[in-house]
């Protein structure tokens, strides 16, 4: 063997070792994680879907079926869904064909933190706290709240109605505010 070659193989032997001791430290560093992933990441209470399933004021699961049999087109209906924006009270949109809008309407307003409710005469949601006004769609419509509701998505899988972040581009603008970051996104 040359004496080059004999400098090689020691080489080799460390890469070797400093790979499998690497393999070994993000192995256990991902079996560590994975619990705390699990535990950031928002539990499916519902066969296949994706999100948490909306709760009625009592925490029990709501049914579509029931819900839709109950609801009035155009008029939405608050829920309990996800935190988004301080506070998990939660808006399904049902349009004037009385199905379920694929976005709910986080119901916090954006002022000072009220929850705003639906004026079904105006067709928009006005808070009692401090006049701010927003459209059916959450878009802002009056002040002193800076900005529109913040959007969740909205899934109907096996008679529940699943609620996710909504993390695509806001669709709303209106002469008040326009921005196509959803801010709610950290
Ligand atoms: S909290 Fe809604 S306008 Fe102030």
Known sequence: MSESAAQEIPMSRRQLLSFVTGGAIAAT???????????FLPPSTAGGGEGVA????????ISVSKLLA??????PVLTLGLDVNGGDATYIVINDQKEIANFGIN??????????????GAKQFKCPCHGSVY????GLERGPAPQPLALVKAT???D??????????DFRCT?????KDPYWVK
């Open 135 to 138: 459209n059916a769609d959450g």
């Open 29 to 39: 560093t991902a079996a560590t994680l994975y619990p705390v992933v699990l535990y």
């Open 107 to 120: 119901a916090v307003c954006t002022h000072l933190g009220c929850v705003v409710p639906w004026d079904n």
């Open 54 to 61: 909306a709760k009625d004021k009592e925490g029990k699961d």
């Open 156 to 158: 109907v899988s096996d």
């Open 160 to 169: 529940k109605v699943l609620i996710a972040p909504w993390t695509e581009q």
């Open 70 to 75: 109950a609801a009035t087109p155009g008029e």
């Open 175 to 179: 002469d008040l505010w326009c921005n």
